[in-house]
């Protein structure tokens, strides 16, 4: 058997019972059996020696995975044969100096737990040291002081099996932290959180885990009309054990709180936990990735600025130009996951795999009116109207990617109005009509009472130039001649 | 700068001067040639342009500046070819305070994924520069695209220094007038879609149906370059288009005034 006692010192060199827990969740790493004493973690290593390189190669290993936990040169290690020994040894440690590994005779009674009740009397029968108390005959001292100072004596020298409690990792991490202060400014929460998250990194380690969301409480002064507690919940996109990032997204939601009263305590709880993808690193220096991955970004963006703002591109079931796309806010999540479809393409998911559901569905419900001859080659009603017959046929794929590569790349939604000079519609200059008209007319076989006003689209598209601009895709609103209004919808940029 | 002299040269002078301009020394950058870079450039897809620019290419790294006249002229078909060879990888570029909605359709049909573009909708300049500041720092980005108004000089050295650092391009959208601050960018463009007027002639250039883009490199890692490329930057699918409704709209001239469209499309369509 082989103990090491475990215990993180202060700057003043005074023994941290605090991250006693977090050191034994480390530990877990290096044995199944840890247990926590009084004031530090105690852990057997002896079936773990070998794997790990002996004791030196085992404490290094328990050093290097402690580091941002522990700073260096203030985490105390004590080994023994037993746990009182180890935990013995550990208590008569100086700082800067090396545990003197004295036997169990001679160390002193004040570091034994079960003879702290009878330090006076043991002091006046002469005992200072352990194997003093040893020498006693042993059903007097059972008569006068209890048994368990002997049993805590026989577990020492190895006469009697040990009973620990082994320490098992919780389901749900919640820690808290008396601040040293109040608080009184959301900023200031920070450097505590900061070390309420290096236990949470401990507990993932342990469970080999990353965490997807944590809430963050912090209690406040009682203060009239103030609720005594506030809240923070951050929900992450990928299981992390990234803690730097939690803290960063943390900074930015904390910058944004008003706290009405001083913080006294703050506590930190695990919501969510998924298993961690390893991964595979290169031996390649090249081919290491340097920077954040896009899920960080995306959720420090949002953060900021606001989910609402960061935005990515999905595919609409509509051949009415604003609706063919939506931009819609990049939750993280979907990053591993595909987005989901519009309905419609499902329903023709045989044709919606060389192309977007845009494409697709286009002939569904367009309905187009006869074309006029010679409109030009490949443009305009006739491209849609082969799509509308098959959407099967590949041919007519083809014709939908045409058709597409005639739309324009930039979209002014809503669409500005043009002013009108002398019957042409101008902007910078006036406009020159180059192709079209290209008729569009949506909504056709929905029913009516399915139609709101803004679905009834009845257009004549065309591309025009204008000296300035270069070339834009204007349309016409087909009303009667007195409303009519030309709009410009979009850029060929 | 290490210089190699021949050890006994009968005419040293002469020699030396043979040597330097003969020797490919790639830390010797002579003033009346593009700077040569150790890294080949990004293909800009455009024979044109390439042959204008340092490394043949866009910068790998670093900024560069586009100025236009009027926002959304021009960039997509100008930087199109080299933004999807970038998001061949699967990374995604960033369009940090577009001025208009990107088309998703349009890009997908120049071979632009839609699903690759990240666009942040970003109000003020300190925001546009910092989204664009940790968009460069992220390894799951390729390139990124920023649109700015104003900016001084410091942020935006910053900026390319991030982007060196992370060895990622960044493209500077600014207007036209900031062509007369002082950047730290090292490539900057001028675009443009009106026909200069001096005796380049549009017409001549691209038989005057598709409007090329002008596009005028005001600073470069070279001797300055006066002359403007016209650029043809339109798809092909709308080339095709315009050349064939030209031929037609020589047939119908009076086309021109759109109260008389609506009775061409009518005439037309009774034609079949």
Same mark, same amino acid.
């Given at each position: 058997?082989?103990? @090491?006692?475990?215990?993180?010192?202060?700057?003043?060199?005074?023994?941290?019972?605090?991250?006693?827990?977090?050191?034994?969740?480390?530990?877990?790493?290096? #044995?199944?059996?840890?247990?926590?004493?009084?004031?530090?973690?105690?852990?057997?290593?002896?079936?773990?020696? &070998?794997?790990?390189?002996?004791?030196?190669?085992?404490?290094?290993?328990?050093?290097?995975? #402690?580091?941002?936990?522990?700073?260096?040169?203030?985490?105390?290690?004590?080994?023994?044969?037993?746990?009182?020994?180890?935990?013995?040894?550990?208590? $008569?440690?100086?700082?800067? %100096?090396?545990?003197?590994?004295?036997?169990?005779?001679?160390?002193?009674?004040?570091?034994?737990? +079960?003879?702290?009740?009878?330090?006076? /009397?043991?002091?006046?029968?002469?005992?200072?040291?352990?194997?003093?108390?040893?020498?006693?005959?042993?059903?007097?001292?059972?008569?006068?002081?209890?048994?368990?100072?002997?049993?805590?004596?026989?577990? +020492?020298?190895?006469?009697?099996?040990? !009973?620990?409690?082994?320490?098992?990792?919780?389901?749900?991490?919640?820690?808290?932290?008396?601040?040293?202060?109040?608080?009184?400014?959301?900023?200031?929460?920070?450097?505590?959180?900061?070390?309420?998250?290096?236990?949470? %990194?401990?507990?993932?380690?342990?469970?080999?885990?990353?965490?997807?969301?944590?809430?963050?409480?912090?209690?406040?002064?009682?203060?009239?009309?103030?609720?005594?507690?506030?809240?923070?919940?951050?929900?992450?996109?990928?299981?992390?054990?990234?803690?730097?990032? @939690?803290?960063?997204?943390?900074?930015?939601?904390?910058? &944004?709180?008003?706290?009405? /009263?001083?913080?006294?305590?703050?506590?930190?709880?695990?919501?969510?936990?998924?298993?961690?993808?390893?991964?595979?690193?290169?031996?390649?220096?090249?081919?290491?990735?340097?920077?954040?991955?896009?899920?960080?970004?995306?959720?420090?963006?949002? +953060? &900021?600025?606001?989910?609402? &703002?960061?935005?990515?591109?999905?595919?609409?079931?509509?051949?009415?130009?604003?609706?063919?796309?939506?931009?819609?806010?990049?939750?993280?999540?979907?990053?591993?996951?595909? /987005?989901? #479809?519009?309905?419609?393409?499902?329903?023709?998911?045989?044709?919606?795999?060389?192309?977007?559901?845009?494409?697709?569905? %286009?002939?569904?419900?367009?309905?187009?009116?006869?074309?006029?001859?010679?409109?030009?080659?490949?443009?305009?009603?006739?491209?849609?109207?082969?799509?509308?017959?098959?959407?099967?046929?590949?041919?007519?794929?083809? #014709?939908?990617?045409?058709?597409?590569?005639?739309?324009?790349?930039?979209?002014?939604?809503?669409?500005?109005?043009?002013?009108?000079?002398?019957?042409?519609?101008?902007?910078?200059?006036?406009?020159?009509?180059?192709?079209?008209?290209?008729?569009?007319?949506? !909504?056709?076989? +929905?029913?009516?009472?399915?139609?709101?006003?803004?679905?009834?689209?009845?257009?004549?598209?065309? @591309?025009?130039?204008?000296?300035? /601009?270069? $070339?834009?895709?204007?349309?016409?609103?087909?009303?009667?001649?007195?409303?009519?209004?030309?709009?410009?919808?979009?850029?060929?940029? | 700068?290490?210089?190699? =002299?021949? *050890?006994?040269? *009968?005419?040293?002078?002469?020699?030396?001067?043979?040597?330097?301009?003969?020797?490919?020394?790639?830390?010797?950058?002579?003033?009346?040639?593009?700077?040569?870079?150790?890294?080949?450039?990004?293909?800009?897809?455009?024979?044109?342009?390439?042959?204008?620019?340092?490394?043949?290419?866009?910068?790998?790294?670093?900024?560069?500046?586009?100025?236009?006249?009027?926002?959304?002229?021009?960039?997509?078909?100008?930087?199109?070819?080299?933004?999807?060879?970038?998001?061949?990888?699967?990374?995604?570029?960033?369009?940090?305070?577009?001025?208009?909605?990107?088309?998703? *359709?349009?890009?997908?049909?120049?071979?632009?994924?839609?699903?690759?573009?990240?666009?942040?909708?970003?109000?003020?300049?300190?925001?546009?520069?910092?989204?664009?500041?940790?968009?460069?720092?992220?390894?799951?980005?390729?390139?990124?695209?920023?649109?700015?108004?104003?900016?001084?000089?410091?942020?935006?050295?910053?900026?390319?220094?991030?982007?060196?650092?992370?060895?990622?391009?960044?493209?500077?959208?600014?207007?036209?007038?900031?062509?007369?601050?002082?950047?730290?960018?090292?490539?900057?463009?001028?675009?443009?879609?009106?026909?200069?007027?001096?005796?380049?002639?549009?017409?001549?250039?691209?038989?005057?149906?598709?409007?090329?883009?002008?596009?005028?490199?005001?600073?470069?890692?070279?001797? *300055?370059?006066?002359?403007?490329?016209?650029?043809?930057?339109?798809?092909?699918?709308?080339?095709?288009?315009?050349?064939?409704?030209?031929?037609?709209?020589?047939?119908?001239?009076?086309?021109?005034?759109?109260?008389?469209?609506?009775?061409? =499309?009518?005439?037309?369509?009774?034609?079949?």
């Amino acid at each position: 058997m082989l103990w @090491i006692a475990l215990q993180a010192w202060s700057e003043d060199a005074q023994p941290v019972p605090e991250l006693s827990q977090a050191l034994a969740w480390q530990a877990l790493a290096l #044995t199944p059996r840890v247990a926590l004493a009084r004031d530090a973690a105690l852990m057997e290593v002896s079936a773990s020696l &070998r794997l790990f390189g002996g004791l030196r190669g085992l404490l290094l290993r328990l050093h290097s995975g #402690t580091h941002d936990l522990v700073q260096p040169g203030r985490l105390h290690a004590a080994p023994g044969p037993t746990s009182p020994v180890a935990l013995g040894r550990l208590r $008569l440690a100086q700082p800067w %100096k090396a545990v003197v590994r004295l036997p169990a005779s001679d160390l002193p009674l004040a570091v034994l737990d +079960a003879a702290g009740p009878h330090l006076d /009397a043991l002091g006046r029968l002469g005992c200072r040291v352990w194997g003093d108390v040893r020498r006693l005959p042993r059903d007097g001292l059972a008569r006068r002081l209890g048994a368990a100072l002997l049993d805590a004596l026989d577990e +020492a020298w190895g006469d009697r099996a040990e !009973s620990q409690h082994w320490l098992q990792l919780p389901d749900v991490f919640e820690d808290r932290l008396e601040l040293p202060f109040g608080v009184e400014h959301s900023t200031g929460l920070l450097f505590a959180l900061q070390r309420l998250l290096q236990r949470l %990194k401990a507990w993932l380690l342990a469970r080999s885990q990353g965490v997807l969301g944590v809430r963050l409480v912090w209690q406040m002064d009682a203060r009239r009309g103030v609720d005594r507690e506030g809240e923070l919940l951050l929900r992450l996109g990928e299981p992390t054990q990234d803690m730097a990032h @939690i803290a960063r997204l943390a900074a930015e939601h904390l910058a &944004r709180v008003q706290l009405p /009263a001083p913080v006294q305590w703050l506590s930190l709880h695990s919501l969510e936990t998924a298993a961690l993808d390893g991964q595979s690193r290169s031996l390649l220096p090249d081919e290491q990735r340097r920077g954040e991955s896009l899920g960080q970004l995306v959720e420090r963006l949002g +953060a &900021r600025l606001g989910p609402a &703002r960061v935005l990515r591109w999905q595919a609409q079931a509509s051949h009415v130009p604003e609706r063919m796309q939506q931009w819609r806010a990049w939750s993280a999540r979907e990053l591993t996951r595909d /987005a989901p #479809t519009p309905t419609l393409s499902q329903r023709q998911k045989g044709s919606s795999q060389a192309v977007g559901p845009s494409q697709t569905v %286009k002939p569904s419900r367009a309905r187009v009116p006869p074309s006029p001859p010679g409109g030009g080659q490949g443009w305009g009603p006739a491209a849609v109207a082969g799509v509308g017959a098959t959407a099967l046929n590949p041919s007519c794929v083809q #014709t939908s990617k045409a058709f597409d590569a005639l739309l324009p790349t930039w979209l002014l939604q809503p669409p500005l109005r043009l002013s009108m000079r002398a019957d042409r519609p101008c902007y910078e200059g006036p406009l020159a009509l180059l192709v079209g008209p290209q008729r569009l007319e949506a !909504s056709g076989w +929905a029913p009516v009472a399915q139609t709101a006003a803004e679905d009834f689209v009845m257009r004549d598209y065309f @591309i025009a130039r204008s000296p300035q /601009a270069g $070339l834009l895709w204007i349309y016409r609103e087909r009303l009667p001649a007195s409303q009519a209004a030309w709009f410009l919808h979009g850029i060929f940029a | 700068m290490p210089l190699l =002299v021949p *050890p006994a040269a *009968p005419r040293r002078g002469l020699r030396l001067a043979m040597s330097l301009s003969c020797l490919a020394l790639p830390s010797v950058w002579r003033a009346h040639e593009l700077a040569r870079s150790d890294a080949a450039g990004l293909d800009t897809g455009h024979p044109a342009l390439n042959a204008v620019l340092p490394g043949a290419g866009w910068p790998q790294a670093g900024l560069s500046e586009l100025l236009q006249p009027y926002p959304g002229c021009g960039e997509w078909g100008l930087l199109g070819p080299a933004l999807s060879r970038l998001g061949a990888s699967n990374r995604v570029t960033v369009l940090v305070a577009a001025p208009y909605v990107p088309f998703g *359709p349009a890009l997908a049909a120049v071979s632009l994924a839609p699903s690759n573009l990240l666009r942040v909708q970003a109000i003020s300049a300190a925001e546009r520069l910092w989204v664009a500041e940790q968009a460069l720092r992220c390894a799951d980005v390729a390139c990124v695209l920023l649109w700015l108004e104003q900016a001084q000089s410091a942020p935006l050295r910053r900026l390319h220094l991030a982007a060196q650092e992370h060895a990622k391009p960044l493209f500077v959208l600014r207007p036209e007038r900031a062509q007369h601050e002082s950047s730290p960018a090292p490539l900057r463009l001028l675009l443009s879609w009106q026909d200069p007027p001096d005796g380049q002639d549009a017409q001549r250039v691209h038989s005057g149906v598709v409007p090329p883009l002008w596009v005028r490199v005001l600073k470069r890692r070279g001797p *300055p370059l006066e002359a403007r490329l016209p650029l043809l930057t339109v798809s092909t699918g709308l080339q095709a288009l315009l050349t064939a409704s030209r031929v037609q709209a020589r047939r119908r001239r009076h086309l021109a005034a759109p109260l008389e469209l609506v009775h061409a =499309v009518d005439r037309t369509a009774s034609l079949v």
